[in-house]
């Protein structure tokens, strides 16, 4: 595709509830990240995959994240027993190896 | 001290003025230094990408990188209603990105 997709665009969910946010990169890029956005606050980093294998998970904020990556394309970020606090865009961003990051619409997520 | 601190506005402007914003940081070790701009309900889109310092030139853009100073500034001359948007600057080493808050600007006509 011409540039990094994500799904859905908005997702509302109640307290407790698992959620699942996709992320389709730029065809041929090696490397995918995810960031979270509040409002008003920065773009905080919460990991990173070259290829299917993510070398730095530092940024997940608990246990509930997670993420995987398959076939070096296609990422899913999974939120288990969803919290308010856990309430913000999810952006995801691709690369070519370490090169400029690329950044998708982003998932917009309400935990009710 | 945050690794990256940007003054998040909100900076309010009249159409055709000369907008400055600014970034310090505290990390030496940075590279490579980028502005996002970033509409809203929108993901951030590259805007200036340097890696040395001094300045850089894109049409009404103009990224200034002082090492020296830990400071980098994005200059936009003669602005207009389409530039209002959000404003993040990024710096990384290899792929350890990080952002500013974002400076939230608005050009009126």
């Known amino acids: 595709g011409a540039g990094v997709s994500q799904s859905p665009s908005n997702k509302v969910t109640e307290k407790g509830k698992d959620v699942e946010l996709r992320c389709d990169p730029i065809s041929g890029h090696t490397a995918l990240y995810w960031y979270r956005q509040s409002l008003g606050q920065g773009l905080e980093f919460l990991i990173y995959?070259?290829?299917?294998?993510?070398?730095?998970k530092s940024g997940l904020p608990s246990d509930r994240f997670s993420a995987e990556r398959t076939g070096g394309s296609v990422s899913t970020l999974t939120i288990q027993r969803t919290q308010q606090e856990d309430s913000a865009v999810y952006l995801c961003?691709?690369?070519?190896?370490?090169?400029?990051?690329?950044f998708g619409p982003g998932t917009r997520l309400t935990v009710l | 001290q945050k690794e990256v601190e940007q003054d998040p506005g909100p900076l309010s402007v009249p159409e055709g003025a000369i907008v400055s914003l600014n970034c310090t940081y505290s990390n030496s070790a940075f590279q490579y230094f980028m502005w996002y701009r970033q509409y809203s309900r929108k993901g951030p889109e590259l805007l200036m990408y340097?890696?040395?310092?001094g300045n850089k030139e894109d049409g009404r853009f103009t990224a200034q990188v002082d090492k020296s100073s830990k400071y980098i500034s994005l200059f936009i001359r003669d602005s207009q209603p389409s530039d209002s948007a959000t404003y993040l600057c990024a710096m990384r080493i290899n792929n350890d990105m990080r952002f500013g808050a974002g400076t939230r600007l608005t050009v009126k006509p």
């Open positions: 961003a691709s690369s070519f190896l370490t090169d400029t990051q690329y």
């Open positions: 340097t890696y040395s310092s």
């Open positions: 995959f070259q290829g299917n294998s993510a070398p730095d």
